[in-house]
């Protein structure tokens, strides 16, 4: 309401300031629950096909219970909130009673200025639940833009024993310092990363193309395709369009990716979420850097060239780096030499980014004759990694040669080597294989696998046993095992 008083002929006005009442927040999250009402979550949440990752995170939900929240991670349109609400449906189907089950998206800004345990008191008004004594599951969404959220979970679990609670946010890293920090072993990180070659299958239909027989001794499971053409078109697909879920499902996003991706994913990352969590002020220059470090996905750079290109200082693009790995965009991996050893000082790295579609929205497509294919298919391959992601990989490098990928175990032993090549010619010709087998050599492995657009087959080479091995199957068994092996029996 605005008043106006005329005072020595002029007009001036008092402005009362109108407030969001109690009724319009309850009103907001009475909309965001709507199985209060119905029993059901709304059907545009329905309609989406379950990833795998929803039995690991449910699981580790109802496990966590008082003793621990969950911090769900993953960049922007990954699923997040999807999934969150697939859990929902899967709790009712169980038998939870709806109005013990709470959702709100702490960004909306009709909740601006409320704490959680104000939100929560809204909850329990609402429903009739008391969430300090009753089983509750209590999930808030985009949780990284409230001040000392980590402060505000812990606090939430004190007083709420009983109930189960889970935090979800976009910036992954920024959340799991702060959990890491402030959870003092109170917080369990879950990661959801973009979609899994696997996930992409499945998800399209196409999971037939990938024949799976389980040894019921072992219980692992042995793999093979019997139409490598067609497998091999899909994987192209995958790195175009693969990583996020709503692109991978609608052909009409396929047509512009970049208007997809690049719009609603990207700039909001590079225009919204960086600059309000770590106060950048030159959004440009980090645009700028991102992009060089896109066109290089699976290539080997350093701050010193990095600096000398764009003429920012390394300190400062080393701030960004750990900015765009927060903001889950890319992932750094450390170089190490001949012998699996690192190097005192990490001048050189190199760059992936986190699923390869994102450097279709940035430049143009690809397919399997281009030049980009071979860093697209170790990107993609990489990709699979993100989830469980950990120190021991790495590449090596040193005069001469280079390894694609080696594992490290915690004490510095080899686990295993990979190449990672869109090509046959080595498969025709294995002693080409100079740098692999040297490494190999070097560390007394008497194993390791290079990818291959079709061939497969093991051959003895110097001594080692490579195996040969098509890059779009290596890459569907890395995503299969990463997540099933995960999933308890």
């Known amino acids: 309401m605005i008043l106006f008083v005329e005072v020595s002929g002029q007009a001036n006005y008092n402005a009362d300031v109108k407030s969001i009442s109690e009724a319009q927040v309850r009103n907001a999250l009475a909309s965001e629950n709507s199985w209060w009402v119905d029993g059901e979550v709304p059907k545009f949440f329905g309609d989406f096909t379950h990833r795998p990752y929803l039995d690991l995170y449910l699981e580790l939900m109802e496990k966590a219970g008082s003793s621990r929240a969950i911090i769900l991670l993953g960049p922007r349109r990954v699923g997040k909130t999807v999934m969150i609400h697939h859990a929902?449906?899967?709790?009712?189907?169980?038998?939870?009673?709806?109005?013990k089950i709470f959702y709100c998206s702490t960004d909306k800004p009709i909740y601006n200025g409320l704490g959680l345990t104000e939100l929560l008191s809204h909850f329990e008004a609402a429903t009739g639940s008391n969430a300090r004594t009753e089983n509750c599951y209590i999930f808030f969404d985009e949780i990284q833009y409230l001040r000392d959220w980590e402060i505000h979970i812990k606090s939430l679990m004190d007083?709420?024993?009983?109930?189960?609670?889970?935090?979800?946010?976009?910036?992954?890293?920024?959340?799991?310092?702060?959990?890491?920090?402030?959870?003092?072993?109170?917080?369990?990180?879950?990661?959801?990363p973009?979609?899994?070659?696997?996930?992409?299958?499945?998800?399209?239909?196409?999971?037939?193309?990938?024949?799976?027989?389980?040894?019921?001794?072992?219980?692992?499971?042995?793999?093979?395709?019997?139409?490598?053409?067609?497998?091999?078109t899909q994987f192209i697909n995958y790195i175009n369009f693969g990583g996020y879920p709503e692109i991978a499902l609608t052909p009409e996003f396929q047509q512009e990716p970049g208007r997809f991706i690049k719009n609603d994913i990207i700039d909001k990352v590079l225009l919204r979420d960086l600059?309000?969590?770590?106060?950048?002020?030159?959004?440009?220059?980090?645009?700028?850097?991102?992009?060089?470090?896109?066109?290089?996905?699976?290539?080997?750079?350093?701050?010193?060239?990095?600096?000398?290109?764009?003429?920012?200082?390394?300190?400062?693009?080393?701030?960004?780096?750990?900015?765009?790995?927060?903001?889950?965009?890319?992932?750094?991996v450390s170089r190490v030499d001949n012998r699996a050893k690192r190097f005192k000082r990490q001048t050189f790295f190199k760059v992936y980014l986190t699923n390869p579609s994102i450097r279709t929205a940035l430049f143009d497509q690809i397919d399997s004759d281009d030049e980009e294919m071979g860093d697209m298919v170790e990107t993609a391959y990489f990709a699979q990694w993100f989830h469980d992601f950990q120190p021991g990989l790495h590449y090596a490098r040193w005069s001469g040669g280079e390894v694609d990928m080696v594992r490290l175990d915690g004490s510095q032993s080899i686990n295993w080597a990979v190449e990672i090549k869109w090509s046959d010619a080595?498969?025709?010709?294995?002693?080409?294989?100079k740098s692999l087998l040297t490494f190999c050599r070097s560390n007394g492995l008497q194993q390791a696998s290079i990818t291959t657009i079709s061939k497969e087959g093991w051959k003895a080479v110097q001594g080692v046993d490579i195996e040969f091995i098509p890059a779009s199957l290596r890459t569907y068994i890395v995503g299969f095992n990463i997540i099933k092996g995960k999933i308890a029996d």
Do not use: W
């Open 88 to 99: 929902v449906s899967r709790l009712i189907a169980k038998g939870v009673d709806p109005h």
């Open 426 to 433: 080595y498969f025709k010709n294995p002693g080409k294989l």
């Open 159 to 192: 007083g709420h024993g009983a109930s189960h609670i889970c935090a979800s946010g976009s910036a992954a890293a920024a959340l799991r310092l702060k959990s890491h920090e402030s959870g003092a072993g109170r917080f369990t990180d879950f990661m959801l």
């Open 194 to 232: 973009p979609l899994t070659f696997y996930e992409y299958l499945e998800l399209l239909g196409n999971g037939n193309l990938v024949d799976r027989v389980q040894n019921k001794t072992t219980r692992r499971f042995q793999f093979s395709t019997s139409d490598i053409h067609a497998l091999n």
């Open 275 to 332: 600059p309000s969590l770590y106060g950048i002020q030159d959004i440009q220059e980090l645009n700028h850097l991102f992009t060089a470090l896109a066109f290089n996905s699976g290539n080997e750079v350093s701050l010193e060239g990095l600096a000398q290109n764009s003429g920012v200082a390394k300190n400062t693009i080393k701030r960004y780096i750990e900015y765009l790995e927060a903001a889950f965009l890319l992932k750094t």
